[in-house]
């Protein structure tokens, strides 16, 4: 299993979500991601080297955008931002520049 950094932005989301099933929700995804990060999505153009994870419920798409960093001890999974689908990658952007 991959360790996890949480950036500020992400850390910020997962305190607010109040929905207990949500937020188990990304707990599993985020178990997921730590087994295999590379079952997400690897984006391409201006977000090459991030990559995406859908996460389902109650009819909505969320979001999780990270970066594998391979560090000398292993590799590190960095959760950048979590959120839902809409204007999530414009603000993924806006937070990398």
């Known amino acids: 299993m991959f360790p996890i950094l949480y950036r500020n932005q992400a ?3 997962f305190k ?3 929905d207990k099933t949500l937020k188990k929700k990304f707990e599993e995804a985020i178990k997921e ?3 295999d990060p590379e079952i997400g999505e690897n984006k391409v153009g201006d977000l090459s080297g991030i990559w995406g994870y859908d996460v389902y419920y109650n009819g909505i798409n969320y979001e999780i955008a990270y970066i594998i960093e391979t560090l000398e001890d292993g590799t590190l999974l960095v959760i950048i931002l979590a959120g839902t689908r809409e204007n999530f990658w414009n ?3 806006r937070y990398i520049n």
């Open 33 to 35: 991601l730590r087994n």
């Open 91 to 93: 603000e993924v952007k």
């Open 11 to 13: 850390k910020k989301f």
């Open 16 to 18: 607010k979500i109040k």
